[in-house]
């Protein structure tokens, strides 16, 4: 006899197939509708009304395992492993022969299994939302071989559902608009909330919806979350916005449900239905500038947006054409503007009338108009402290050229315009006048000469006055005064051009020559009027005369006729010019004249005196050959100078190359004995003084040395090493200062100059051709025939000369 056993655990039903018995037992939370079948045979056909005895012959296919699925309830809170299920083959005979193995999903994490009994259980909470089943595979093995006695099957553990999630908005929370003023019922947004639990299990999922804040004004249909108005024409200027909160609640909103929340902001979104109104007067006390702000008003209009926007205008006032009102666009504001400048002394306050009008109206709200509205406002006009101001702006004054220092020229008058009346002083921008020609008083104002003036030098003086308040210097008015300087004849009349006159050999009598004329830097109000004449001795001569033409100009006659150049090349004649003024001023002019060698048609073709040179060369070749010459003059004489001053060169020539003074020689020379070249002694020895005659900045052509007494100064050895070079170089400066030699200008004097710092002092030989030496040399007769020469030169300390 077969017996097939299953046993879902959690005390939800558990089928015993023997003797055909069935045994239900269910759990208090759990349906029926979720058992299926579990195990299907082949070959029953026996009713099961029949006799239950008559099961036990019935054959089927051979099955080991009697099991499809498993259920275990999510979120088990016990303390002890969730008892899962069982599993059992028939091939254990519970001998402990047979032993289980579970594998797959969860196994040994989640779900154990008793290798010995079969029994299941889970040993940690299971949350369907997270994993709603877990697949696993079960195996029958030998204990003793571990191979398998039935082949591995597969099997499914579901969690079961239960209540525990709440509904969510996942969109919330909202934000919602709707025209104010709407009809009953007019939707404003749809919520939606959702449930984790399992849809198709139960009421777990089933939401409803409710409205908990927001009565009276929205309400929302339970099953679809649809908000809607309550209530009609709600107002935006009474409250444009609400906050409503909407619940969600799951088994179909029953008792012991699960519930999820969401706030809905709804905002009233305006329409123009409030016209424009002004709700108090503007007084603006200011004194402002033409095109400047007078004031900035603005209508009380409940709508916003575009329904807000309106149009201004001034519809009468006291002030025609003085003020204009514009619409601030960002502000709705209404700008009044000044056109014209406020004057506190001449009006003091205005008062305009203003309308505010909608600009978009709606025509669903005519009822509610008109949309405009008026107001009256009142432009104070505040008395600010202004400058001075001038009764004359721009004064005009004249005044003669010849007026005499001091002289009073005229009076500029100005004025405080305020109240306070405050006394004015007078002074002059001096920007406007650098040379100081003018003074003016600082009470009266009266304008006065200060320095001569000159018409031909400045016609117009253009003067600014400041009159500053007395009480409040930093009130300054400004005033332009022009002063026109009046002609006088004090300019004698002049050649107007110089004029270049030329006459031909074979002029004829009476032939004109030359036409003249005259300035006068003068203007006088009738205009010029020059007369000309031939000055004193020339008035009588008998080569030229002048004819005046009455027109300001003059004509130059010859008398005669045959001018030659060789006689007389030029001819010079004094020209009288008198003006008309009062007094007339006269000045006289030479005209030179200049007498030419001239062709048939009277072009002059060589003038003046007849030059000594080959024919044929014009004035320029013969002055271009004169400039030749003066240059080639002056290259010589550089030249000249530049060989001078190389015959005793003061310095080497930067541009020298130094290669010129090398010269390479095969002979030996005459060591530290020859002496010839150059003053090797004084060279080196800081004991031995030179002739202070002699030139140090150039070789000398004959070497001499002077052997001054030891007493004369004292030995450069016994002065102190800060003093050595400061006494060698005030010695050689006041040698160079005595040389009668020495050039008049600063020359370069170069020395080599050892100094006696060191403790062994020279190791030079050269020292002991000094007079003061107290070095022996005598072993140098010791030392063979290669020093000979030194030890006859330095080996007799008596010598006291060099050169023998």
């Not at 030419?596 to 014009?618: I, K, M, N, P, R």
Request: aromatic share 8%.
């Amino acid at each position: 006899m077969s017996t097939i056993w299953l046993q879902s655990g959690g005390n939800y039903l558990t089928f015993s197939l023997q003797s055909g018995k069935k045994e239900e037992q269910y759990s208090k939370m759990q349906s029926l509708t979720l058992f299926q079948p579990l195990c299907s045979f082949e070959g029953l056909t026996k009713s099961p009304h029949s006799d239950p005895d008559s099961w036990d012959v019935l054959h089927r296919n051979r099955r080991s395992w009697v099991w499809n699925q498993f259920f275990v309830l999510e979120e088990y809170t016990g303390n002890e492993p969730l008892y899962v299920g069982k599993l059992h083959s028939d091939v254990d005979k519970g001998d402990g022969k047979v032993k289980y193995v579970l594998s797959g999903e969860g196994a040994t994490s989640i779900f154990t299994i008793d290798e010995n009994t079969g029994d299941i259980h889970a040993t940690k909470r299971l949350d369907r939302e997270a994993q709603a089943y877990y697949t696993l595979q079960a195996q029958a093995v030998d204990r003793l071989t571990n191979l398998p006695v039935e082949p591995k099957s597969e099997f499914v553990v579901k969690v079961q559902d239960i209540n525990d999630n709440e509904p969510k908005f996942p969109d919330g929370p909202y934000l919602a608009g709707v025209p104010e003023m709407s009809p009953l019922g007019t939707m404003v947004v749809q919520v939606v909330a959702t449930d984790a639990d399992d849809p198709t299990y139960g009421n777990s999922a089933r939401v409803v919806y409710s409205i908990e804040h927001g009565h009276p004004y929205f309400s929302v249909e339970p099953k679809t979350g649809v908000i809607r108005t309550a209530l009609p024409n709600m107002d935006r200027e009474t409250r444009d916005q609400y906050v409503l909160v909407i619940q969600a609640k799951d088994m179909v909103g029953q008792m012991g449900g699960l519930s999820g929340t969401t706030s809905v902001t709804v905002t009233l979104t305006d329409v123009n239905d409030n016209p424009p109104r002004f709700n108090y007067q503007y007084t603006v006390l200011e004194s402002l500038l033409v095109q400047s702000v007078v004031a900035r008003i603005k209508a009380a209009d409940a709508d916003i947006g575009s329904n807000a926007e309106m149009d201004y205008r001034i519809m009468d006032g006291d002030g025609p054409g003085m003020f204009n009102i514009t619409t601030d666009e960002d502000t709705q504001e209404g700008v009044i503007m000044l056109l014209k400048p406020l004057d506190f002394e001449t009006k003091s306050s205005f008062s305009l009338r203003i309308e505010a009008t909608n600009r978009n109206i709606d025509s669903n709200f005519l009822s509610l108009g008109p949309f405009s509205d008026t107001t009256s406002v009142k432009v104070t006009v505040e008395d600010v402290n202004e400058p001075p101001v001038f009764s004359i702006p721009l004064s005009k004054m004249v005044v003669s050229e010849d007026a005499k220092v001091g002289t009073s020229i005229g009076r500029v008058s100005a004025h405080d315009p305020d109240n306070s009346n405050s006394p004015i002083r007078y002074s002059i921008d001096r920007n406007t006048d650098l040379e100081r020609f003018f003074n003016v008083d600082a009470l009266s104002g009266v304008i006065s000469t200060a320095k001569p003036l000159d018409r031909e030098a400045n016609s117009v003086h253009n003067l600014t006055i400041f009159a500053i308040e007395s009480h409040d210097p930093t009130q300054i008015g400004k005033g332009i005064t022009l002063i026109t300087v009046l002609d006088v004849n004090d300019n004698a009349p002049v050649f107007a051009i110089d004029y270049e006159t030329l006459l031909c050999e074979n002029a004829i009598p009476g032939q004109v020559i030359q036409t003249i004329s005259a300035v006068d830097k003068d203007e006088p109000l009738s205009g010029h009027r020059f007369y000309f004449a031939l000055a004193g001795p020339a008035a009588g001569n008998l080569n030229f005369t002048l004819r005046d033409n009455k027109d300001n100009t003059a004509s130059i006659l010859t008398k005669r006729g045959g001018f030659r150049r060789r006689e007389q090349p030029v001819y010079r004649l004094p020209v009288l010019i008198v003006d008309s003024g009062s007094p007339a001023l006269s000045s006289t002019n030479t005209l030179s004249v200049r007498v030419c060698d001239c062709d048939s048609d009277g072009v002059a073709l060589s003038c003046g005196a007849v030059a000594y040179t080959a024919t044929g060369l014009s004035t320029g070749a013969l002055l271009a050959i004169l400039g030749c010459i003066i240059t080639l003059l002056v290259m010589v004489l550089l030249i000249v100078t530049m060989r001078r001053r190389r015959k005793e060169p003061l310095i080497l020539e930067e541009e020298r190359d130094i290669r010129e003074n090398i010269v390479r020689y095969d002979d030996e020379g005459g060591g530290e004995e020859d002496t010839e070249a150059f003053d090797m002694v004084t060279l080196r020895n800081l004991n031995v003084i030179r002739d202070p005659n002699v030139r140090r900045d150039v070789t000398p052509d004959t070497p001499t040395f002077f052997h001054y007494p030891s007493a004369s100064r004292p030995s450069y050895k016994s002065l102190p090493d800060n003093v050595v070079f400061r006494e060698f170089i005030w010695e050689r400066l006041k040698d160079a200062d005595v040389d009668p030699s020495a050039p008049p200008y600063d020359s370069l004097q170069t020395y080599a100059f050892e100094g006696s710092g060191s403790v062994a002092e020279s190791l030079s030989s050269l020292e002991s051709l000094s007079t003061d030496s107290d070095q022996n040399y005598d072993y140098l007769s010791n030392w063979g025939p290669r020093f000979k020469k030194l030890a006859d030169l330095y080996g007799n300390s008596d010598s006291t000369t060099v050169l023998s």
